[in-house]
């Protein structure tokens, strides 16, 4: 099976720039999605790994090392509507179906004034 | 980009009755759909897998003959949530993927049951 590790919670100001790590264990290792959630409302895709290194979109960019098991969200210039809960999500081979995701327990990000 | 509808929305049934949520992909179509459940301040636990014409697959501690679930066209699956109890009460997400994507699902924007 899979397993995944964040943190539960990260609380930043304004204007800051937050790291969200995510370490995995798993076999059949594709790669590293991450999601959004806010209160009530469906996971949105972010970003996805399946190399090594850093991929960037706008304030968001994502890292992944396929040899740690280990990869990141950073979310730059923090805005109050990033307040959220962050989700990696492994997609590996899973006995159940090829290819689907596993999600981690989820980081809640509250953005200060 | 790419639309999943979930309907209803939200729903309260009493005990004991079914519930059918409906998941539409709405401007691609999705050979594999996915529906997962979501407790209050938790992760989303994938229930089970569904491809288009074919039997779902169930993840490990779901029932299937209590979560029945059809994926009958390249745009549609339902999960009929069967003689439902108050501890079914959870968020209903379901994905889809594009059957042109290597990797990218697309989620619903869930349906909240309350079983009563």
């Known amino acids: 099976g899979q397993s995944l590790e964040q943190p539960s919670e990260v609380t930043a100001v304004e204007g800051a720039i937050v790291q969200i790590n995510c370490t995995y264990q798993t076999s059949g290792f594709y790669g590293l999605s991450w999601y959004q959630q806010h209160d009530g409302g469906a996971p949105t895709f972010l970003s996805y790994n399946a190399l090594d290194g850093l991929e960037e979109t706008g304030r968001f960019s994502s890292f992944l090392s396929r040899s740690d098991s280990y990869g990141y969200l950073l979310l730059q210039e923090l805005q109050m509507k990033d307040s959220a809960s962050y989700f990696c999500a492994v997609r590996a081979i899973s006995s159940g179906s090829a290819r689907q995701l596993t999600f981690g327990s989820g980081t809640q990000l509250t953005v200060l004034p | 980009g790419a639309v999943v509808s979930q309907h209803p929305s939200w729903v309260i049934c009493k005990s004991g009755t079914s519930v059918k949520i409906e998941c539409r992909s709405l401007?691609?179509?999705?050979?594999?759909m996915f529906w997962y459940r979501q407790f209050p301040k938790q992760s989303l636990m994938l229930m089970a897998t569904?491809?288009?014409?074919?039997?779902?697959?169930?993840e490990q501690g779901v029932e299937k003959d209590k979560f029945l679930i059809n994926h009958a066209s390249l745009t549609l699956s339902t999960l009929t949530v069967t003689s439902a109890h108050p501890e079914d009460s959870s968020f209903y997400i379901c994905s889809a993927r594009d059957h042109n994507s290597t990797y990218e699902q697309y989620f619903g924007p869930g349906t909240r049951l309350t079983v009563t």
């Open positions: 401007d691609f179509q999705a050979t594999t």
């Open positions: 569904s491809n288009e014409g074919s039997k779902a697959t169930y």
